[in-house]
């Protein structure tokens, strides 16, 4: 991950930038006030991406690659892709069916593993991608129309989970996230939860001044989910965390997998992203959280700033995304970092099938990024989730890290 950035650095938001934060500023200060004036902050994060025209993920923005805010494994090379590619051939092979992809971001993914699958005649029934951002979708069609025919042919948009279970894969790059989480800190008296206030220069009648909207940190008495919650990561960890200690936790991750599970008759569900095992997770020297925005390449952690045109995430707890698996009837069949994955399936294989000079050099180049553990290798983890599935898949052969989840 990148290392937060001074807020005084970030670069200033255009005009039109400004006028779409101040909209969505007024719909949370509405929903504020008729709460009486404290947000949790997983509402806050909900309404900041998803607030229909509004949220991050909901309006017309350049968030991936060099232009936008952030760059994604399949956004740095398409060897990622095509490893992607080779994990589903396996599966295809053996037990047929389709693939799904949950937020397919610019589409540059979905069109090289369907080329790569294409190569090994091994592509599937379909190849679905559900994504809840229009503006994406509609940039995912226009570059997937240039597919050749019998690709395009295989793609279908879905706005919601197919009722009818797959067999096949499931892909998940870069979704878990982007799930909004709630946000705690512990003191001398338990737990509380962090949520969100108008800060002393706002109030119900900002919207109609000069004076910007604008949002702090408020503290409120935990309920008792998340104490629940909370109690299960202390049980979890060798030593209590001290008095101050500030982090996150996602609850929606349980029922997001238990929906995917259902959803999967037989195959694959394939995990990417940036996380840790619960006890490195939470550790004491991680006492202010994981929490990062994303802004025009750079990452910083405050939140309240730049609303509707900036990425809000937190690491992946995998822990508890492992839990959720096995209380949805799945299997964790693998966990690896993203190097290890890469490895496994054979990168350095499509970085010599370039030959020599530029392009293998160009390839070679990529490869680094995604498999250094100062770039993308270490920090992203993959974690593979089976249901009926009884096959060795390559993508963890090199490397099982089950055993600290």
Avoid at 198 to 210: I, M, N
């Amino acid at each position: 991950m990148t290392a937060s950035a001074p807020r005084s650095i970030l670069p200033p938001l255009s005009v039109a930038e400004q006028e779409h934060s101040r909209r969505l500023a007024e719909l949370m200060q509405q929903e504020l006030v008729a709460a009486g004036g404290w947000l949790p902050f997983e509402r806050f994060m909900e309404l900041a991406l998803y607030a229909p025209g509004l949220g991050y993920y909901s309006a017309g923005s350049a968030k991936l690659g060099a232009g936008g805010d952030f760059v994604t494994a399949p956004e740095v090379s398409d060897l990622f892709s095509r490893c992607i590619a080779r994990q589903c051939a396996e599966v295809l092979a053996h037990a047929g069916g389709e693939i799904l992809e949950l937020g397919a971001g610019t589409g540059r993914m979905a069109g090289a593993v369907l080329t790569e699958l294409a190569a090994q005649n091994l592509l599937p029934e379909r190849y679905a991608i559900l994504e809840v951002s229009a503006d994406l979708a509609e940039r995912q069609r226009e570059r997937l129309m240039r597919l050749p025919g019998a690709l395009r042919e295989r793609l279908v948009w879905l706005e919601r989970l197919p009722q009818r279970p797959l067999h096949g894969v499931m892909l998940a790059n870069e979704v878990a996230d982007a799930l909004p989480f709630r946000r705690f800190r512990f003191g001398a008296g338990g737990v509380a939860e962090l949520g969100v206030v108008l800060d002393a220069s706002s109030g119900p009648s900002a919207a109609r001044t000069t004076v910007p909207i604008s949002f702090t940190e408020a503290e409120a008495a935990a309920d008792a989910s998340l104490t629940r919650a909370c109690d299960e990561i202390l049980m979890s960890l060798p030593e209590p965390l001290p008095a101050g200690y500030t982090s996150e936790v996602c609850v929606r991750v349980a029922p997001w997998i238990a929906s995917l599970g259902a959803c999967l008759a037989r195959g694959l569900l394939l995990l990417c992203d940036y996380g840790l095992p619960r006890r490195h997770y939470y550790h004491q020297q991680r006492g202010s959280g994981t929490l990062r925005c994303h802004y025009k390449q750079l990452a910083h952690d405050d939140p309240y700033i730049n609303l509707g045109v900036q990425d809000i995430t937190a690491w992946v707890d995998f822990t508890r995304a492992a839990d959720a698996a096995l209380a949805a009837g799945l299997e964790v069949k693998g966990f690896a970092t993203q190097a290890a994955f890469l490895l496994g399936c054979r990168i350095e294989q499509l970085v010599a099938q370039a030959g020599e000079g530029i392009e293998r050099a160009r390839l070679a180049g990529e490869a680094r990024r995604l498999i250094m553990p100062g770039e993308m290798g270490e920090a992203f983890k993959m974690m593979a989730l089976t249901r009926g599935l009884d096959i060795p898949l390559a993508g963890f052969a090199l490397q099982d890290l089950r055993h600290l989840l």
